[in-house]
């Protein structure tokens, strides 16, 4: 097997499995889980498979033709930094869905969460190893439309929904923007291929002096933002725990939140080096990290800390990503990166633990916690080393990319100078001192201090060993990367920071490196970080009770307000354009009908009725059209319903006799199939119903339906009559078009057959798409009755 094929089953893999995953589930039965497991630890081992070549400093990259009008391909790109970005995606996937064979229910609809799983696990696959941007938009899409189904997996919650709603709101209008973005860079480079992009010198020196640069740079960095959370858009993240702790912790510490930080280290080539990246991407990342931290204070659902602790967590990524000169583009890259890696492993460990302390107490509230140490106390350690790592204490992982933070903030501040030499690395170093603060809230109200019997189940203790193990096995990870960072940084850490710098990296991370002044840095923070633990309490009460006063400083209330007035003028527009009953419908469209009708043909013809016209009709035709007549008056005039269908089937099928006059078979075929099923669906609903009309229609409105109706077929009648006499421009029958091109365009001689899926494929796909929207919107509202019965 070659590398490029490992690459696409990586990635096609979850898809074409999760899709039979129902089938499978009526074998395996509450196995189920263990089946997504393998499915994980198959991704995960493919991409493994092709890391000693990435490790080397080789890429793998490969196409699939896919739309050749537009020169594009379905492209597959691997450097070190999708490949690290690949081997997270699916070795946390596994630990999660390990983890969910003990979490989940027996109870709870398996099949569905697992397939979400998987897809979601796909969508994130095809987003880091896609080689061009149009491929990489759409698994980005993707992943906020399957990340809204897991988000809102408990349909029957309001908060869920409200959660998944507002995910999908910001996270899928963000990835708009940044389509728009990808045109521009498309429109200014003159390629939609990335991984051709990144090793094109001359592309990038043309797009950083384009006077669309920092247009295009703004709107990919708003789809960025938004998918991780950051700036303004942090508002969703929070909302989203309300999903099931496994997806918290596979989407919100590893996976989606950190795609606009793929797309932050892909782009960073061709953008950085320049004062805008610095200002928009440091300056959001700085912004975020203090804000965050500090709202993290005021949270009392332990899944709510850990959310506020991921958005700063990110923005540590975006300000050191963010860093750059024009000597010196990537200053903290290589911090970033590692960040990045050690950020996956103690925050999943941190949600599987919170999800650990739920399933056993029965409350996330950590006013009501407390005190559990003694009964859970494998959970406990477990917590701790992943919470001091988050922290920055040695010799855990998080220490180490910890220094090289505050390394670069020092570094990045000394080449600004001025009062940046002291500004960005304080404001790195406050980060470091809310981190500590809500890190040490985590582990005390949970495990230390006394235990609150009245809001606790009697019995506590550690949970089994599916929920403990991959939990434990991260808490390890933490430790090996910590004490031996050596094997992490050479096959995943430099690869990735050269796939992101074009260049040779060579890093020497270690524990100790001296007393230095980053060093200096973490014990400030610890000493600081311990002084205002002391007030962690005062200050969120503060932050509630301005919250209470000033609710306009919160941008929760600027969405509620936006998305609840869009759904009452909404509301009120329905109301108008939507009475109900279905006849002000067809008056609106008829009337519109006949003046869009009538005005051309009263402008351009001289005569309503040509002088010039054919009465010489064959004595067949002249039947037909007789019956035709008949069976149209017959439906408005007969008095039962019954007889009004056969009336109306009888006017379709000698329709179907004009096509065939007219020598149209395949027209006539789906006439008569389409006016059978349909004949057949009314005749089972009317035997349902009374037989005969009880509406009274009064003299009014039958003069007024018989004005519509005759200024209908007037109309009807004048255009057909005039068609040829001026009120279209004379024109060569397209049919001469498709009877000479069908076999040398499309390879088809049934040259109907060729216009639905070749000529006309994407009106027959959309024709395709809303007949399926509106068939799943059937089953709901079917099966929605079934669950209020």
């Not at 029957?156 to 973005?181: D, E, Q």
């Not at 004595?619 to 008095?639: C, F, H, K, N, P």
Request: aromatic share 12%.
């Amino acid at each position: 097997m070659d590398n490029f094929t490992a690459i696409a089953l990586a990635v096609f893999l979850p898809f074409a499995l999760a899709f039979v995953l129902p089938l499978v589930e009526k074998l395996l039965k509450g196995y189920i889980g263990w089946y997504a497991f393998s499915v994980a630890l198959l991704s995960f081992g493919l991409i493994a498979w092709v890391l000693p070549v990435i490790s080397d400093g080789d890429t793998i990259q490969g196409s699939i033709r896919w739309l050749p009008s537009l020169s594009i391909d379905l492209s597959f790109y691997a450097d070190g930094l999708s490949t690290m970005f690949g081997l997270i995606v699916s070795g946390i996937g596994m630990m999660i869905l390990w983890y969910s064979n003990g979490y989940m229910s027996k109870k709870e609809d398996l099949p569905r969460y697992y397939q979400q799983l998987l897809f979601f696990m796909g969508a994130m696959l095809g987003m880091v190893f896609s080689a061009n941007t149009l491929q990489l938009f759409i698994f980005w899409e993707l992943t906020s439309i399957t990340s809204f189904m897991l988000i809102g997996y408990w349909r029957n919650k309001p908060a869920s929904i409200y959660g998944a709603t507002k995910s999908l709101l910001l996270t899928a209008g963000g990835g708009l923007f940044m389509l728009a973005g990808f045109i521009l860079l498309r429109s200014i480079t003159g390629s939609f291929e990335l991984a051709t992009l990144l090793h094109d010198p001359a592309a990038i020196a043309s797009l950083k002096t384009d006077p669309l640069f920092l247009t295009t740079l703004i709107l990919i960095i708003i789809g960025a933002a938004a998918k991780s959370a950051q700036g303004p858009f942090y508002i969703w993240l929070p909302n989203a725990m309300e999903a099931p702790t496994p997806v918290s912790g596979f989407l919100h510490s590893a996976t989606m939140v950190k795609a606009g930080i793929y797309l932050l280290a892909r782009i960073h080539p061709l953008f950085s080096g320049t004062e805008a990246w610095f200002i928009i991407v440091s300056g959001l990342g700085i912004f975020t990290m203090l804000l965050a931290g500090f709202l993290a204070f005021r949270q009392t659902d332990i899944k709510a800390i850990l959310a506020y602790s991921t958005i700063s967590q990110l923005a540590y990524m975006f300000t050191m990503y963010g860093y750059t000169t024009y000597h010196e583009p990537g200053i903290g890259v290589a911090a970033a990166t590692f960040h990045l890696l050690n950020h996956a492993t103690f925050k999943a460990c941190l949600f599987l633990v919170a999800g650990i302390v739920a399933h056993e107490a029965a409350t996330r509230d950590i006013r009501k916690l407390g005190g559990l140490r003694k009964e859970m106390p494998i959970t406990f350690i477990i917590a701790t080393i992943a919470a001091l790592s988050m922290i920055g204490i040695p010799p855990l992982n998080g220490f180490l990319s910890k220094e090289m933070f505050y390394e670069t903030s020092l570094e990045m501040g000394h080449l600004l100078g001025g009062v940046f030499t002291y500004l960005i690395p304080a404001a790195a170093l406050l980060g470091g001192v809310f981190t500590f603060a809500y890190s040490v809230k985590f582990i005390d109200g949970i495990f230390l201090g006394e235990r609150k019997k009245e809001h606790l189940p009697e019995h506590i203790h550690d949970p089994s060993f599916n929920m403990l193990a991959p939990a434990g096995l991260l808490a390890g990870l933490v430790v090996l990367i910590g004490l031996f960072p050596s094997v992490a940084v050479h096959y995943l850490i430099e690869p990735a920071t050269e796939g992101i710098l074009l260049e040779n990296v060579d890093l020497h991370v270690k524990l100790w490196h001296g007393f230095t002044t980053p060093l200096i840095m973490t014990i400030i923070t610890l000493i600081l970080g311990i002084l205002v633990y002391t007030k962690y309490d005062d200050i969120g009460e503060r932050q509630d009770k301005m919250n209470v006063r000033y609710p306009w400083l919160s941008i929760n209330y600027f969405y509620d307000m936006i998305v609840d007035g869009a759904k009452n003028k909404s509301s009120v527009f329905a109301a108008f354009m939507q009475p109900g009953p279905v006849k002000p419908y067809l008056v609106s469209l008829i009337v519109l009908f006949i003046v869009l009708g009538a005005i051309p043909t009263f402008f351009v013809t001289a005569t309503l009725i040509p002088a010039n016209l054919n009465f010489n009709i064959p004595l067949y035709e002249g039947i037909i059209l007789g019956l035709v007549i008949i069976s149209a008056i017959a439906t408005a005039v007969l008095r039962k319903y019954l007889q009004a269908v056969i009336a109306v089937s009888a006017l379709g099928y000698l329709v179907s006799l004009i096509y065939i006059y007219l020598q149209a078979p395949d027209l006539a075929i789906t006439q008569i199939l389409v006016e059978t099923l349909f004949t057949i669906i009314f005749v089972l609903v009317i035997v349902k119903i009374p037989q005969t009309f009880k509406e009274t229609i009064s003299t009014p409105v039958m003069i007024k339906d018989l004005t519509i109706s005759a200024a209908v077929a007037l109309t009807v009648l004048v255009l057909s009559l005039n068609v040829n006499q001026g009120i279209v421009a004379p024109f060569e029958s397209l049919s001469y078009y498709f009877i000479e091109n069908s076999v040398s365009l499309a390879a088809g001689h049934n040259i109907v057959n060729v216009i639905l899926v070749d000529f006309r494929a994407y009106d027959t796909l959309g024709e395709i798409v809303v007949l399926c929207l509106a068939a799943f919107g059937v089953s709901n509202l079917i099966k929605s009755g079934v669950e209020r019965k």
